[in-house]
């Protein structure tokens, strides 16, 4: 089984982007033996004006971190299994978690976000115990 997996990212490198300040997000196919491809660098659609749509700006939180907010159309993300970015707010956290994606707030290379994402589902696909046993 394959999935994907969407990484905010300035460069491609790391994963350094807020979700809410992100323009595109980099779109990797990850396949059985864990081989990771990158398929495309998409963009965060745009209202009328040509900018990043206002449910897009803030978490609405009240706290000004810009990481997305309640009513995000997410709909250009249906088809990955999780989102990684430096941050994701809560409500739009909540709104993925409606569309059966699962949200990850890391700040490293984009390389070890991935490896540690498809450990985690590998582990989770296969019901593989998470907790070491003793």
């Known amino acids: 089984m394959s999935y994907k997996i969407a990484v905010a990212s300035s460069d491609g490198k790391n994963v350094d982007t807020h979700f809410g300040k992100a323009l595109f997000f980099y779109i990797y196919t990850v396949d059985d033996e864990a081989e990771v491809l990158m398929l495309e660098k998409r963009e965060v659609p745009q209202d009328k004006s040509g900018s990043v749509s206002k449910e897009q700006k803030s978490c609405g939180n009240g706290s000004g971190c810009s990481c997305g907010s309640t009513g995000a159309d997410l709909d250009f993300l249906s088809d990955v299994r999780a989102v990684v970015a430096a941050k994701i707010g809560f409500n739009v956290t909540k ?3 409606k569309k059966a994606i699962a949200g990850f707030d890391v ?8 490896e540690k994402i498809t450990g985690y589902f590998y582990k989770t696909d296969r019901h593989i115990s998470l907790a070491k046993r003793n």
Do not use: G, R, T, Y
């Not at 700040?107 to 070890?112: G, K, L, M, P």
């Open 107 to 114: 700040e490293c290379s984009v390389q070890e976000a991935l």
């Open 95 to 97: 709104q993925l978690e």
